[in-house]
Nanobody, 120 residues
């Protein structure tokens, strides 16, 4: 069982930056691949970025950077040049399966989400 807790969301002006964090419980964090997804009002949850247990990175947008610190059981999402359309709830997810990381159905565990609001 893995528990995920996101933090770092908030209100930011367009063009600004935010760094989200996701703290995971459990000793097996290094064996999990991690992903970030987001969901805006009235829209489906969509892929943002993922990092595999071996360090491979996958992105939907080059403005974002995902990283992980296995010693701290934490995964990060650095978001730069934020736009109004980045406004959403951002979710952290974990999977211990070998499956395409861009697909949300392949994740076993989810956090509660953190709100990111970009203002003009």
């Amino acid at each position: 069982q893995v528990q995920l807790v996101e933090s770092g969301g908030g209100l930011v002006q367009a063009g600004g930056s935010l760094r989200l964090s996701c703290a995971a419980s459990g000793r097996t964090f290094p064996s999990y691949s991690m992903g970030w997804f987001r969901q805006a009002p009235g829209k489906e949850r969509e892929f943002v970025a993922a990092i595999s247990f071996s360090g491979g990175r996958y992105y939907a947008d080059s403005r974002f950077t995902i990283s992980r610190d296995n010693a701290k059981n934490t995964v990060y999402l650095q978001m730069n040049s934020l736009k109004l359309e980045d406004t959403a709830i951002y979710y952290c997810a974990a999977t211990n399966t070998i499956a395409p990381l861009r697909n949300r159905v392949n994740y076993n565990y989810w956090g509660q989400g953190t709100q990111v609001t970009v203002s003009s």
